[in-house]
C-alpha cells in the first residue's frame, strides 16, 4: 500500500517552454501533497505544500507563478514549471500524505528535469 | 526557524560493521521524528517516532527517540552494502510542517 507515482520520470526541454509533472496517489487519498526539489548530495529542499481543493503554500524564496501547483483532486497534484531555464534543472520529487499516517510522508520516484 | 541536524553527514564502513547515525532538533510544537531512506530515487519511508525511549525495529535496523534532549538515532547492525543510501531524519510539528535534515550519506564497502 501507500504507492505514490509521478510521470514523467525524466524530461528534457529546451529554455523557455513549460513543463508539467504529475504526481499520483495509487492507492490511498492524499489530503496534502508536497513537491521537494532537491540538488546532487543535498537534502530535499520542501518548495510547496498543496491539500486538495486549496492553493498551495509556497516556501519562502520559492516563485508561485514559476512553478504552478494544482492538487485538483485527493489523488493528483501537479507542478507546472512555466518559462524554465537551465538553473531549473533539477530532480523534482512529489510526496503525498494521507489521513490514516498524517506525518508520514509517501515519496514518488521523482522527476528529472533537464533544461537546455 | 526549526531546524534538523543529521551527522555524521557521510560515513564509509565495511560489511559487518555496526553504524549509528545521529539526529538532533530544534522544532516549536514538535509532533514527530521521522527516518528515511534514499537508495536512487526518492526515500522510502522506515520509522516514525513519537515517544522517548521506546525503540522501533525492523531487521538490522532500529532507532529510538529521546524528547528530553532532542535527538534520535538510527542503528544498523551487520551492515550490508545494500544499506549504502543517504539515511534522511525529519521532524513533523503540530502544525503539520515537516522539516527535513541535511541527510547522512552511507558507504558500505564490501
Known amino acids: 500500500g501507500a504507492v505514490v507515482s509521478q510521470h514523467p520520470s525524466r524530461v528534457i526541454c529546451k529554455s523557455g517552454t513549460s513543463v508539467k509533472i504529475e504526481c499520483r496517489s495509487l492507492?490511498?487519498?492524499?489530503?496534502?501533497m508536497f513537491w521537494y526539489r532537491q540538488f546532487p548530495k543535498k537534502s530535499l529542499m520542501l518548495m510547496a505544500t498543496?491539500?486538495?481543493?486549496?492553493?498551495?503554500?509556497?516556501e519562502q524564496g520559492v516563485e508561485k507563478d514559476k512553478f504552478l501547483i494544482n492538487h485538483a483532486s485527493l489523488t493528483l497534484s501537479t507542478l507546472t514549471v512555466t518559462s524554465a531555464h537551465p538553473e531549473d534543472s533539477s530532480f523534482y520529487i512529489c510526496?503525498?500524505?494521507?489521513?490514516?499516517?498524517?506525518?508520514?510522508?509517501?515519496f514518488g520516484p521523482g522527476t528529472r528535469l533537464t533544461v537546455l | 526557524e526549526d531546524k534538523v541536524v543529521q551527522s555524521p553527514l557521510s560515513l564509509v564502513v565495511h560489511e559487518g560493521d555496526t553504524v549509528t547515525l545521529n539526529c538532533s532538533y530544534e522544532?516549536?510544537?514538535?509532533?514527530?521524528l521521522l527516518w528515511y531512506k534514499q537508495e536512487k530515487k526518492a526515500p522510502t519511508f522506515l520509522f516514525m517516532l513519537?515517544?522517548?525511549?521506546i525503540e522501533k525495529k525492523s531487521g538490522r535496523l532500529s532507532s529510538i527517540l529521546d524528547k528530553k534532549e532532542l535527538f534520535s538515532i538510527l542503528n544498523i547492525t551487520a551492515t550490508q552494502t545494500g544499506d549504502s543510501a543517504i539515511y534522511l531524519c525529519?521532524?513533523?510539528?503540530?502544525?503539520?510542517?515537516?522539516?527535513f535534515g541535511d541527510g547522512t550519506t552511507l558507504t558500505v564497502k564490501p
Open positions: 498543496s491539500n486538495e481543493g486549496s492553493k498551495a503554500t509556497y
Open positions: 525529519a521532524v513533523a510539528t503540530n502544525a503539520g510542517k515537516s522539516t
Open positions: 522544532v516549536t510544537n514538535f509532533r514527530s
Open positions: 492507492d490511498f487519498q492524499a489530503t496534502t
Open positions: 510526496s503525498a500524505r494521507g489521513t490514516g499516517s498524517p506525518d508520514t510522508q509517501y
Open positions: 513519537t515517544s522517548s525511549g
